[in-house]
């Protein structure tokens, strides 16, 4: 599981580094069958409201039944929103429900 440490500068979660990469954490690559079920899973909601981008109310649902802490949802949207608009990207979206998944 992705380990949280809280920073000592700020009241922000932090992932807790270790050398050995993601996968030494718990968090293995995805697999392309998760992928291509992440990838379809946007394009239904994307399809839905015409856009390329999915805003955190379309993904709720999903992210509700992950039954992680909503301070901890928050912080694997934070990390997987690259521009920081608020959205996610079909490779954005896949990567935050494959952590939210592994934990």
Same mark, same amino acid.
């Given at each position: 599981?992705? =380990?949280?440490?809280?920073?000592?500068?700020?009241?922000?979660?932090?992932?807790?580094?270790?050398?050995?990469?993601?996968?030494?954490?718990? @968090?293995?690559?995805?697999?392309?069958?998760?992928?291509?079920?992440?990838?379809?899973?946007?394009?239904?909601?994307?399809?839905?409201?015409?856009?390329?981008?999915?805003?955190?109310?379309?993904?709720?649902?999903?992210? =509700?039944?992950?039954?992680?802490?909503?301070?901890?949802?928050?912080? @694997?949207?934070?990390?997987?929103?690259?521009?920081?608009?608020?959205?996610?990207? =079909?490779?954005?979206?896949?990567?935050?429900?494959? @952590? =939210?998944?592994?934990?």
């Amino acid at each position: 599981p992705l =380990a949280m440490q809280r920073s000592a500068t700020a009241s922000t979660m932090m992932p807790a580094m270790a050398e050995e990469g993601p996968a030494a954490r718990g @968090i293995p690559p995805i697999k392309p069958e998760e992928l291509r079920t992440y990838r379809l899973f946007f394009s239904s909601l994307a399809a839905a409201i015409q856009s390329d981008t999915i805003g955190r109310a379309q993904a709720e649902p999903v992210l =509700a039944n992950t039954q992680l802490p909503r301070d901890e949802v928050d912080y @694997i949207w934070s990390i997987c929103d690259g521009d920081g608009d608020g959205r996610l990207r =079909a490779d954005e979206l896949a990567i935050a429900l494959h @952590i =939210a998944a592994a934990r």
